[in-house]
């Protein structure tokens, strides 16, 4: 996992919460994290205070491999957000833990036309707001 | 029948009114409401005090989105001083047509008996900063002022005014946007584009799809005077458009506009003397039964549109291939493809073969679609305009677009849908 800096566009940030700072912080240890039913073994996303499953309020931050599958994608053409030049490609990714839960993210590192769905991805952060929020992008594994 | 005592049937529409419709129009767009709204009341035969219900979506309000909302229940009740026994307005409900699905029950529980139904859009205008006010005269006046005061106090040092807050800050995304919006996945485009690519992905579908949508809606808008695109498009020419988000172009996205729509929704009970025949709800589809979310539905190529389209056929006995005419919602062109599948025009998967070209869904084919022009050239009206037409179609309204001047009879039943991603909502409509 490398912190590509090189091409950093300017991102709007998450509004820190105390629900979702170990999803956005994460990166800083090197893992992406998710919400996790301690009863069930339930991965909770997008956080919220029960297991949707059990109905059990035993949750707690637990880092995934951060290896996802891509479900589908699409390269933005439209310039939407000023210093968020396109065109970039716009990923929705499954995780391997629990392909129920996706992600909408970027898939970077790959050549655009080499964007597939079904790749297998793996996630790498994007240092942004003075080290303390890491975005999980994610790139072809192994590459 | 087995269905009849689905409560929706005691609804109907006796009335519809839309105001101008067009680019840019720069009024005030409680004005456009008010003129939808009182032609669809006179359009019933009504008059105001008639009126007892209101409804709208998403009602007053909606921050950061301009012009996508001309004015909540409170300020058309006021507007128009009606005397209501029932009201009901916000975004969150089954798509643009839940409040009218909502209007059916209210009807049929007795809380009303004539409920306005309205919703207005003035995004074209509010996307050029239309109807802002100039504060710039105002500012050169209250500094030419305190320049003279400033002249009258001389040893009183001038304060230099500066900008404060916000300066350099990083704007946040919060709620459920924080999932899509730190990734550059600003519009809906993009979300819609995810669930297009998947479709394609699954079932092999490709442009060709949709622009057979885009292309069938441009033909009908240039039979309807009131569309905003009415120049003839060809394949060639969608396909030459610039890409948005792929697999969309230009033409896969709906053209903002400022409009208001109406329609009343009676007791049918209490609509034994309107103005036109009634327009009889059959059945209504307002489920969502998977995660209401705009990337974690369980099967993206069908959004919550399926849900909704199935609970419509659940509680009536006619089939798909009794509808003669179906207005489908395209805020994005693939959005129509997964409301035909949703809705059983054609399998789910196939709309591939069923949109190989337009002569399945033209004025002339199998079952006419969007007939008006849809969004994509009518003009975004934000739903209603779905309704509004299958409407028109049944009562025999459409001009030159209507479907008897295509070698098709009267329209008796039509489908009106609207909403995507989480949202969707649709109706079956019968003229008797
Ligand atoms: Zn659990």
């Not at chain 1, 439209?78 to 833990?97: A, H, K, S």
């Not at chain 2, 550059?184 to 579908?205: D, K, N, P, V, Y």
């Not at chain 2, 060709?208 to 039979?223: K, M, Q």
């Not at chain 2, 001047?405 to 609207?418: C, E, H, M």
């Amino acid at each position: 996992m490398s912190d590509n800096t090189a091409e950093k566009p300017f991102r709007i940030q998450p509004g820190l919460t105390r629900d979702n700072v170990h999803f956005w912080t994460g990166g800083a240890d090197n893992e992406l994290s998710f919400l996790c039913c301690a009863d069930c073994a339930t991965i909770v996303h997008p956080p919220q205070p029960i297991c949707p499953q059990c109905l059990s309020k035993n949750l707690a931050p637990k880092p995934v491999s951060g290896k996802a599958t891509l479900y589908s994608y699409t390269i933005n053409q439209q310039p939407w957000i000023p210093g968020f030049e396109p065109p970039y490609v716009i990923g929705l990714v499954e995780i391997d833990e629990d392909p129920s839960v996706r992600l909408m993210t970027n898939i970077v590192n790959c050549d655009i036309d080499k964007v597939e769905i079904g790749m297998p991805l793996q996630v790498v952060f994007e240092e942004q707001d003075d080290g303390i929020i890491f975005m999980p992008l994610f790139e072809p594994a192994n590459g | 029948m087995a269905h009849v005592d689905n409560l929706e049937r005691k609804a109907a529409i006796t009335g519809i009114g839309q105001s101008d419709v067009g680019r840019r129009l720069n009024r005030d767009p409680l004005e456009l409401t008010a003129d939808a709204c009182l032609q669809a009341i006179e359009d019933a035969g009504l008059t105001r005090d008639d009126i007892d219900g209101l409804c709208t979506y998403p009602g007053a309000g909606i921050a950061g989105a301009p012009g996508f909302t001309g004015g909540g229940v409170n300020e058309v009740q006021d507007m128009l001083r009606l005397k209501l026994d029932w009201v009901n307005g916000g975004m969150e409900q089954s798509g643009q047509l839940g409040s009218v699905i909502t209007a059916c029950a209210a009807v049929a529980a007795g809380y009303a008996k004539h409920v306005l139904c309205f919703r207005t859009v003035w995004e074209a205008t509010a996307a050029v900063g239309g109807r802002k006010l100039d504060m710039q005269p105002l500012r050169e006046k209250a500094a030419a002022r305190k320049a003279q005061q400033a002249e009258v106090v001389e040893d009183k040092p001038h304060k230099k005014v500066t900008g404060s807050g916000g300066m350099g800050a990083i704007p946040r995304a919060n709620g459920v946007q924080q999932w899509s919006l730190p990734f550059g996945a600003a519009s809906a485009a993009c979300w819609i584009a995810l669930c297009a690519q998947r479709h394609f992905h699954e079932f092999g579908t490709t442009r060709e799809a949709l622009c057979s949508i885009a292309v069938n809606s441009r033909r009908n808008a240039g039979l309807n005077p009131k569309a905003v695109y009415r120049d003839p498009m060809t394949r060639e020419d969608y396909f030459n458009a610039r890409m948005i988000s792929d697999p969309f172009c230009l033409f896969d996205c709906d053209a903002p506009a400022d409009g208001s729509t109406a329609v009343i929704v009676s007791r049918v009970d209490a609509a034994k003397d309107m103005r036109k025949p009634v327009i009889k709800v059959e059945s209504i589809g307002s489920a969502i039964r998977g995660r209401p979310s705009w990337d974690q539905w369980d099967d993206m190529t069908t959004m919550s549109l399926r849900d909704a389209g199935a609970m419509l056929w659940e509680r009536t006995d006619y089939k798909p291939d009794d509808v003669d005419v179906a207005e489908l919602y395209d805020g994005f062109s693939f959005i129509t493809l997964a409301w035909l599948e949703a809705l059983g025009f054609c399998g789910k998967g196939e709309a591939k073969d069923f949109l190989k070209d337009t002569s399945n869904i033209a004025l002339e084919g199998k079952i006419p679609l969007n007939t008006h022009g849809g969004q994509l050239s009518a003009g975004r009206l934000h739903g209603y305009g779905f309704l509004h037409e299958a409407c028109t179609q049944l009562w025999g309204e459409g001009g030159e677009r209507q479907l008897q001047n295509f070698g098709k009879s009267a329209p008796k039943l039509a489908v009106a849908a609207a909403g995507g991603g989480p949202l969707g909502g649709c109706m079956l409509l019968s003229a008797e």
